[in-house]
C-alpha cells in the first residue's frame, strides 16, 4: 500500500482515539479459586497465597488472591462468544462499537493480523474471590503505519480500566498491539 | 515485618528456566480464556504468518508474576509491571528469565512499604521474548496497594 493511501487511512483510524473502544466488558463470574488453581497450575507457580488460605492468612491478607496478570482474564468474552464474533467477521458483519469499526476497516485494508506487543498494568488492589470485575475500554492511541519484521502495519494503544462492584479501581492497563499485513512482509527489521 | 528478600541495588535474582513445551504454552492461554488461533493451532498460526503457536503476552506476564514472587515469596505484592514482547516463544525452546533490582523507592509514610524495581529479561534461543520493569513491594495490610 502506497504512502497517500496509508495516510489516509492512517486519518481515519485517529478518528477513534479517546473513544469508548466497546461497551464494557462484565465478567461472566466472580473471581474464583477454581479458575485461580488452573492459572497457578498452568504457570507451575508455587506462590501459596493464590491457592492457600493460611498461608494467605499468614502474610497478613484475609483471604487468598488472584494473581495479578490475571486481571484480563475475568472479562474475556468466553468461547461461544469468541465463536460468535469470529464468524460475525467472517460474514463481514460488524458491530456498531468503535472498536469493530476500527478493525473492520484494518480488515478491509488487509491488515488482518494481529499480536501484542506492549502492556503495562498498575495493580491498585489486590483482586479476591468475590470479586464482580467490570472492564471499561478506551482506544487511546494509533500509531502511523510502518514495515516491521512480521509485515506493515499500526499500533493501537488501548486503555483499559478494572473495577470491581464497587466501582473501586482495581488495575490501570495499557495494552498495545500491533494489526499487520501478513502478505507485505519484506525483508525489513524493525 | 514479614519474610521479605534483601533488596538492594544490584541485587541479582536467581536464574529460572521454563521449558516452553507445546502443552505449557495452550494451557496458559486457555487457563485465561483465551482462544485466539495463534495460541493453540499451528495451521492457523500459519496462515497468519508465524511458524508456529506461540505464547500470549498474558501468560508471559504470568510468568513474570511466577518469576518475581518465586524471589520475593508470599509476602511480596507486586505493584506495577511494564513489559514489552521481542521474539515469540514457540514451542521446543526455553526461556530463561534473568532479573535484577534496579531502584528501590523509600516508603512515603511510616508503616508504608519500600517498592523495589525490578529489570526482568525473558530470552530464548532466538533471542529476548520479553523485557519488563516490575514492581514489587512487602504486603502491608494497612493501606495496602495504594
Not at chain 1, 36 to 44: L, Y
Not at chain 1, 97 to 115: K, P, Q, W
Not at chain 1, 153 to 158: E, K, V
Request: aromatic share 8%; charged share 25%.
Amino acid at each position: 500500500m502506497s504512502g497517500p493511501e496509508t495516510d489516509a487511512l492512517h486519518a481515519q483510524l485517529t478518528a477513534f482515539v479517546g473513544q469508548q473502544a466497546e461497551p464494557d466488558r462484565v465478567s461472566r463470574y466472580a473471581v474464583n479459586e477454581a479458575m485461580i488453581r488452573n492459572w497457578v497450575e498452568a504457570h507451575e507457580d508455587e506462590n501459596p497465597i493464590y491457592v492457600d488460605a493460611g498461608a494467605a492468612a499468614a502474610t497478613g491478607r484475609a483471604s487468598v488472591i488472584c494473581p495479578p496478570a490475571m486481571a484480563s482474564t475475568w472479562v474475556m468474552s468466553g468461547l461461544k462468544r469468541y465463536r460468535e464474533v469470529q464468524r460475525l467477521r467472517a460474514e463481514g458483519v460488524q458491530e456498531d462499537f468503535a472498536y469493530s469499526r476500527m478493525l473492520a476497516l484494518l480488515d478491509e485494508h488487509g491488515y488482518t493480523s494481529v499480536v501484542a506487543t506492549d502492556l503495562e498494568q498498575s495493580y491498585l488492589r489486590e483482586m479476591v474471590p468475590g470479586d464482580r470485575i467490570r472492564c471499561e475500554f478506551t482506544i487511546e492511541a494509533v500509531s502511523p503505519f510502518k514495515q516491521t519484521g512480521l509485515g506493515h502495519g499500526c499500533w493501537i494503544t488501548l486503555l483499559k480500566r478494572y473495577v470491581n462492584q464497587h466501582d473501586e479501581l482495581l488495575v490501570e492497563e495499557r495494552f498495545k498491539l500491533l494489526r499487520f499485513d501478513p502478505t507485505q512482509k519484506k525483508a525489513v527489521a524493525s | 515485618m514479614s519474610d521479605f528478600p534483601a533488596y538492594d541495588v544490584g541485587t541479582v535474582l536467581p536464574t529460572l528456566e521454563i521449558p516452553l513445551d507445546r502443552t505449557t504454552i495452550v494451557a496458559t492461554a486457555i487457563a485465561s480464556q483465551d482462544f485466539e488461533d495463534v495460541h493453540h493451532d499451528p495451521g492457523k498460526a500459519q496462515g497468519r504468518g508465524t511458524p508456529d503457536i506461540f505464547m500470549s503476552i498474558n501468560s508471559t506476564n504470568g510468568f513474570i508474576d511466577r518469576y518475581v514472587t518465586d524471589w520475593a515469596g508470599p509476602n511480596g505484592q507486586i505493584r506495577k509491571v511494564s513489559l514489552r514482547l521481542g521474539v515469540p516463544n514457540f514451542p521446543g525452546d526455553v526461556m530463561t528469565m534473568t532479573g535484577e533490582v534496579v531502584a528501590v523507592r523509600q516508603a512515603e509514610a511510616p508503616g508504608g512499604a519500600d517498592e523495589v524495581e525490578i529489570k526482568v529479561v525473558g530470552r530464548n534461543s532466538q533471542g529476548p521474548h520479553v523485557t519488563a520493569t516490575v514492581v514489587v513491594a512487602p504486603y502491608r495490610r494497612e493501606g495496602a496497594a495504594r
